[in-house]
T-cell receptor
Framework: KQEVTQIPAALSVPEGENLVLNCSFTDSAIYNLQWFRQDPGKGLTSLLLIQSSQREQTSGRLNASLDKSSGRSTLYIAASQPGDSATYLCAVQANSKLTFGKGITLSVRP | GAVVSQHPSWVICKSGTSVKIECRSLDFQATTMFWYRQFPKQSLMLMATSNEGSKATYEQGVEKDKFLINHASLTLSTLTVTSAHPEDSSFYIC??????????????FGPGTRLTVT
């Protein structure tokens, strides 16, 4: 059974800092991996999707990498801003199903 | 593009009543839709996979007679929580996969429905 782990559960950083959010998964037989953002009481916003054949994807200040063989992904956020405060969820897709981690709640202090 | 809507966004109902939640893909066709539930500070847990024109596939531990899913068209799936109890209070989120785009198998998520059963 696929398990997705995100540690730590919460992170607080000062504005402007570059930061890395980690995600690990137990079964490397995945189709793709996605990073989502979730604001309190809201749905999910897809940030980046990395296919299993890719190693990274970039969008603006965000860069996500994937090391399928070691079961790891990282989301890099450059020059963090208070507006980046949210919960970031990692999810892997296999057999047409998405398995989510519990997320990392990020707080960026002004 | 790739917008998924849910209705209602929040609902309060009395214990023992039934509640229907709609999930629509607004600008694409979705052969497959998914229903998730999320408890506070927890991750999303897949409840069932809904395929247009056929019966839904439920995950282990999810009562199919309690959570009725109908996917009658390529743009609409509904989740009905029957005989709701306070423990059914949760955040329900649907997602849809673009039938035409296919290859990336990306799921697009709705904004969620907050259900509170009193």
């Amino acid at each position: 059974k696929q398990e997705v782990t995100q540690i730590p559960a919460a992170l607080s950083v000062p504005e402007g800092e570059n930061l890395v959010l980690n995600c690990s998964f137990t079964d490397s037989a995945i189709y793709n991996l996605q990073w989502f953002r979730q604001d309190p009481g809201k749905g999910l916003t897809s940030l980046l999707l990395i296919q299993s054949s890719q190693r990274e994807q970039t969008s603006g200040r965000l860069n996500a990498s994937l090391d399928k063989s070691s079961g790891r992904s990282t989301l890099y956020i450059a020059a963090s801003q208070p507006g980046d405060s949210a919960t970031y969820l990692c999810a892997v897709q296999a057999n047409s199903k998405l398995t989510f981690g519990k997320g990392i709640t990020l707080s960026v202090r002004p | 593009g790739a917008v998924v809507s849910q209705h209602p966004s929040w609902v309060i109902c009395k214990s023992g009543t039934s509640v229907k939640i709609e999930c629509r893909s607004l600008d694409f066709q979705a052969t497959t839709m998914f229903w998730y539930r999320q408890f506070p500070k927890q991750s999303l847990m897949l409840m069932a996979t809904s395929n247009e024109g056929s019966k839904a596939t439920y995950e282990q531990g999810v009562e199919k007679d309690k959570f009725l899913i109908n996917h009658a068209s390529l743009t609409l799936s509904t989740l009905t929580v029957t005989s709701a109890h306070p423990e059914d209070s949760s955040f329900y989120i649907c997602s849809a996969r673009d039938s035409v785009a296919g290859g990336a198998y990306e799921q697009y998520f709705g904004p969620g429905t907050r259900l509170t059963v009193t």
